[in-house]
């Protein structure tokens, strides 16, 4: 759905420097920074990465019915001068406030949310998303599930999606009538400018632990990108901001001194304005009771994991933040049914149990194991491997981590892009401390398939690293598979 239509000299009242304009009285109707998704009426944005420059696919935006142009100023080699458009320094930088703007400036009247954090982004943004809807409000989610308006889902790509498919997203749901979009927000989403012009209403700050130190060179830069969404976003926005920290986080108390806003901390082990007692688990279920200045209440969480009560405290702390009552808050985090790929049970039918995790970084599988023991079986068998073209320092650092908390590791190939998998393997064996506990077995459906053939009554055997994802990334090519779907189908014919 497009927006009415805007002209070139109203977009360039928003944009902070332009070099020159040219066709001002043009007007667009939307955004696109994909030549192949431009529609007409459409403005183009040339964007220049490491590897490609969106300058050498104008004319196929042309041709597909652009009206006009954002480019950079150095780039007018590829542009024919009778194409109406603006020129910026950097078009990244302008392309969110382009998008914002042709949009109708979505985030301005909707009430925004954002939740980052390494883990647990997904289940805390899900189970935020139930308590606004116990509020009445009618809600959006955007995040690595996908998109969403009231369970329906809405087309989109990314963890974050792109400036303009982000705008344009929080335009559709404010057109179909809602009030309020929680939203994951990835480190990279804040790097590479595509949460520019989103004026959020709060934030959940979850853990920051070691990933993408692919993409930032170290934790202190990972660090600083999240800070930015609770130090630099609330100052450009009117909107009053409030943050929901974890204190059980080393990162936290410094997220908690620069945030710009309200605060509510919350804590499982350490003393904070929502904490948690009384906490009993189970494969299916977690309960605990929820205490705050307003006094306590039972929380029935329908999903299982020691590490979901931070999660549900981070939600509840928003949620407190913007003035919510504690039982209203307790019904929205009792409302949230399974999450896909998060502590997912699969019925095996037999005596013992079998559980899917996305965890894929140290500290989340170190999370998933202690929760794992708390359910006290008899031994964990644990199956998981490494993605390739990632960061390469946390395969030992997981291996010693399945080391110290399984009784039984199977080693194998996860997504490996374009590494091979033996390399990665190899990595990941590094840091295996008792070398008589793993198995190396690099096709995962074997891999599975053998966890579950030595399971035993009381076993729990943990499938980690892909949850929800239904492929594998060999080289360029995308194929099926879903540890899920696998589980299944290996349980029905063994």
């Known amino acids: 759905m497009k927006s009415d239509a805007i002209t070139l000299q109203d977009i360039v009242r928003h944009l902070p420097e332009v070099r020159s304009i040219s066709g001002a009285s043009v007007s667009v109707s939307g955004v696109a920074h994909d030549s192949r998704d431009v529609r007409n009426g459409d403005m183009f944005v040339c964007l220049v990465g490491s590897s490609f420059d969106g300058h050498r696919f104008v004319a196929d ?6 009206e006009a142009l954002l480019v950079q100023s150095d780039r007018f080699d590829y542009i024919s001068s009778d194409i109406p458009h603006i020129a910026v320094d950097d078009t990244r930088s302008a392309l969110p406030l382009v998008a914002s703007c042709v949009y109708g400036r979505p985030s301005r009247k909707l009430k925004l949310f954002g939740v980052t954090g390494t883990n647990g982004k997904t289940t805390t943004t899900l189970l935020l998303e139930r308590i606004l809807r116990q509020r009445g409000w009618k809600t959006g989610v955007i995040g690595t599930l996908g998109s969403s308006f009231m369970g329906d889902p809405i087309p989109s790509e990314h963890t974050t999606p792109e400036a303009d498919q982000l705008q344009f997203l929080l335009r559709e749901i404010l057109l179909r009538g809602g009030d309020a979009v929680v939203m994951e927000v990835s480190s990279h989403a804040i790097a590479m400018k595509r949460t520019l012009a989103c004026e959020y209403d709060g934030a959940a700050f979850t853990n920051l632990t070691q990933d993408h130190l692919d993409f930032h060179s170290t934790m202190e830069e990972y660090f600083q990108t999240k800070l930015r969404l609770f130090a630099q976003y609330p100052l450009d926005s009117a909107k009053t901001f409030h943050a929901s920290v974890n204190m059980d986080d080393p990162y936290g108390k410094r997220i908690l001194s620069e945030t710009k806003g309200d605060v509510v901390t919350y804590s499982v082990s350490n003393d904070a304005i929502l904490t948690a007692k009384d906490i009993h688990y189970a494969p299916h ?6 205490r705050s200045p307003a006094g306590e209440c039972e929380v029935a969480l329908q999903i299982g994991g020691a590490f979901q009560v931070s999660n549900a405290l981070a939600a509840a702390g928003i949620a407190w933040g913007i003035g919510m009552n504690l039982n209203d808050i307790a019904k929205g985090l009792g409302d949230l049914p399974a999450v896909p790929g998060r502590f997912e049970s699969v019925h095996t039918g037999r005596d013992f149990h079998l559980i899917v995790d996305y965890a894929h970084t140290p500290d989340g599988l170190r999370n998933l194991l202690l929760s794992a023991r708390e359910l006290s079986p008899k031994r964990i068998l644990l199956v998981f491997g490494c993605g390739g073209d990632r960061d390469r320092s946390k395969r030992p650092v997981m291996a010693r981590i399945a080391s110290e908390y399984a009784d039984r590791i199977f080693i194998t190939s996860d997504n490996p892009r374009h590494e091979d998998p033996m390399a990665i393997i190899d990595e990941i064996c590094v840091g295996v401390e008792d070398k008589n506990a793993y ?39 995308k194929i099926h598979f879903d540890d899920r779907e696998v589980a299944r189908e290996l349980l029905e014919v063994s």
């Open 285 to 290: 279920q977690t309960r605990f009771i929820l």
């Open 61 to 66: 935006a042309v041709w597909k019915g652009a």
């Open 439 to 477: 198995t190396v077995i690099p096709d995962r459906r074997e891999a599975i398939g053998s966890a579950i053939q030595e399971a035993k009554e009381g076993d729990l055997v943990i499938l980690a690293g892909k949850g929800h994802e239904d492929y594998q990334i060999i080289g360029d090519h």
